[in-house]
């Protein structure tokens, strides 16, 4: 019987389904019914026949052709074709030539969730880690402008900058949450509030904060924003329930800052840095608002006639003066007099003469008929 072993393949001799030997590139034959035969294996990739690995590495003629890992329980290993990230290698025994195609190896450790530093963090980005089911890296992704914080076990161990991040599974629970480093606000709406003169209503308050210490917040708090919207909406209600609905409206423009004030003492022991708050609205129940626009209504009002008086008051009395004036100098009373003949000369579209009399004396009585 012949065997052709062609020079990129190795021949396995076996005999009874038993090893042998290997065997170089070759023809061979086999007398006929011997229970000799030859298998050839491609030395391309992975050594794989089916049988123990243990069986053929006795073979020194074998074992110089072959790269052999061996991989405990806890580790895995990320498998190179030529300086090329090919795959990943689990627990056991994988063997590869070395003849055609150079193949390494970086063993991970997966008692410990991080990865060596000499991994190029770039293979994770390969549509191989991307196969659903993938078992042995898990990423977490940190978007532009937040904070990672990483625990293992639920214990504190670092933050992590925006990006990816990449890390083994084993036996450790790694977890990645993100916290927002930017500023933010807080808006506490629609809140019913009694003022001191018993007046129900409701306000709508803003307060913009930014985080400072983002491992307090994450380690040490629940629910934070729920935390700080209570401690905020307690203040707003404590400081409404001591001032009157007149103060209130009148001080709208100044709550923000009062009540900012009255718990600035409390942002460190939340990890935060308080920056602005304002009131956007006041909202008052019907019937009040009625009453203020009467109010409203009744000031404009008063206002407007005082400002009428005022008016009427300057008036007489610049007449007073201007009596006085002509009183006491009769060229003034003559020029006065002129004055409203020009006047009612403007109003009269023409003036009608008597040749019986004089022109002088018909205007004078014209003048003395007008007054």
Known sequence: M???VNTHEVGLLFENNSFIKALPSKTYYMMPFTKKWILSVDMAGKFEVGHELSLFLDDDFLANKLDVINLKDNEIALHYVDGNFCDILAYGSHAYFNTIKKHTFVVIDTNSPFLPD??????????????EGFKYIHSYSVP?????ILTVNGTFLKILSSGSHYFVRGINTVEVRIVDGRKQLLEISGQELLSEDKVTLRMNYICQYKIVDPVKIT???DDFEQQ???TMQLALREYVATRKLDELLAQKHEIGSIILNSVRHKQDEFGIALIEAGVKDIILPGDIKEILNTVLIAEKKAFANVITRREETASTRSLLNTARLMEENKTLYKLKELEYLERICDKVGSISLSANAGILEQLSQLVAQEK
């Open 2 to 4: 012949k065997y052709i």
């Open 118 to 131: 000499r991994v190029d963090l770039n293979i994770f980005g390969r549509e191989y880690f991307r196969k």
């Open 144 to 148: 532009a402008g937040k904070i990672g």
């Open 219 to 221: 380690m040490e708090f």
């Open 228 to 230: 700080l919207y209570i």
